[in-house]
């Protein structure tokens, strides 16, 4: 999703998709840790409106937002396009938790079903 960059010390950038009305929230990093992404779904056209206009984006968001609407924490991850096989054209690939967590545990059963410790 595309996210435009906003002047809050909350919220590094901010999309929203009017047809499925997911708000995505690309949070500023923190001296421990990387700005996080968050998509809320559910959110009305009122309340993206209303939230991007407030005079504070930090307080809407825990007033109006926050934990009131399922939300997802999504990663990106950015491959070199050189780095695509097939010359895909894509420049970045963002994954949910549950998608990595899938993964993960393909990963983890093949692996098993490849190698064979012995204790």
């Known amino acids: 999703m595309h996210r435009g960059k906003v002047e ?3 919220a590094e950038s901010i999309g929203y998709d009017h047809e499925s009305r997911v708000l995505e929230i690309k949070t500023h990093p923190s ?3 990387a700005g996080h992404i968050y998509q809320m779904k559910g959110v009305s ?3 993206f ?3 991007v206009t407030a005079h504070s984006i930090g307080a809407y968001y825990n007033r ?3 934990a009131k609407f ?3 924490e999504v990663f990106e991850q950015h491959i070199p396009e050189e780095d695509l096989s097939g010359n895909l054209g894509m420049g970045s690939l963002t ?3 549950e998608a990595i967590d899938k993964l993960a545990n393909a ?3 093949a692996m098993a079903r490849r190698f064979s410790f012995r204790s």
Do not use: L, Q
Request: proline share 4%; net charge negative; no cysteine.
């Open 70 to 72: 399922e939300t997802v």
């Open 64 to 66: 109006f937002i926050k």
């Open 45 to 47: 056209p009122h309340t």
């Open 31 to 33: 001296r421990n840790a």
């Open 107 to 109: 990963t983890v059963d």
């Open 49 to 51: 409106a209303a939230f």
């Open 8 to 10: 809050s010390t909350f």
């Open 95 to 97: 994954f949910s938790d």
